[in-house]
């Protein structure tokens, strides 16, 4: 067995605390940073080689690197923006082409859905080659790594041990970020709330992108909850995994972090009717406790903010409301430029500087990727978004007994991220590519 994998197994509750602390460290210290994520990345394609995948190596390195992406940006470790892209998109490409790309399973649909997004770059404004470089990559490194995970992902039978070694990976840099919170967070008496998204608890980083990777801790608890995967040694540790990241996820105030995987997993809970394997219905009301008792808590020590936060959501049904936020705004203003360029779209990013233009105000990115890809891909865009829409609706149907569950859940989450959060991250498209693997169980 390779040395990672006997520490994943062996030694998961030391390494979580020596990834808190690795996160307190590398608050003040970029350079350490860098060397983490450059040294992960080259460690993990050693051992991707060396067993030409056998233990899937780059789904587990992968996972590791996606989990990894905030905590690089949010202390400026000198790596390219979209490193955790680019990380992931090569190591799961090495990890098909050394294992003979034997479970290869590339879908009509699929290729469609990226396939549809190239056209534009012909439309692009004839900027010196690294700034169209930077929009291209911007725009479209995050359909690429959804493609190139659902083609690695589609069809690879995972076991027990597969899935959890995945999720351990991706817990661990999860616990770093909360280490760079912790040390960076005022204290609890010189903690403001407001009605936005709160950067004092995102540790000066985007609130979005930080609730974002801590919500996806609810997607991996509830999957493991409810199909027994070990991810700690105890089940307690894992409520108290969930707890912290779920609660501080609260405390950014940046709502759709939090939403999502909640739907997800509520989606996942509502579709296990008729499953043969037994599900664990009792952890997931533990959960559901958890999640209640995380509100509770938080609503009152925001004094109520929490609940004046997310009671604003409903102002989205009242157009006048909808400069609130911006969100809604963006939105609809992508819509406008998809009318007034309907074939094509303005290119890759060209939307960036158009909203301006079309009256929001300053110069802003998207927040949907579906009304970008609308945008600034026109009528390949939408082409783009019903194949990828109809695809998960086919590999639903075409799914039985608990994989539709798995399939229903991680698929929902990174759609849903997709919706309110673009391809700001590689989780999201990760995610979603991840969905797709075929879960092997002993049913009871």
Known sequence: MPFYLKQLEKYIPILAVLHFLLGILVSSRKDIATIWGLGIFFYGLLYVIRYNNKHDEASIFASYLVGMEVVLRGVGASVPWEYGKYSTIFLLVVGMIVENVRYLRINTLSVIYFISLLPAIAILPDYPFSILRMMISGALSGPLCLF???????????????????????????????????????????????????FEMSAGFGPNQVSTLLGVSLIIVSLARMFNLKIFPRPLYDYVFLSISLGVALLTFARGGVIAPIIAVGFSYFITKGVKYKIQYNKVFYISVVLLGLYYFSSNFTKGMLDARYTSLYNFINPQEVSLTGRARIMALDLEIFKDNFLLGVGPNGARDLRWKYGYGTVVGAHSEFTRMLAEHGLFGLVSLFSILILSFKEYRRRTDYNKVILGCMSMFGILTMFHSAFRLALPGYIYGLSYIVLKLREK
């Open 148 to 198: 190139i995970s659902f083609i690695y992902f589609r069809g690879r039978i995972f076991s027990k041990v597969n899935v959890s070694n995945v999720f351990k990976s991706l817990t661990l840099p999860i616990i770093s970020l909360l280490g760079l919170i912790f040390v960076r967070a005022p204290s609890m008496q010189d903690l403001t709330f407001s009605s936005e998204a709160n």
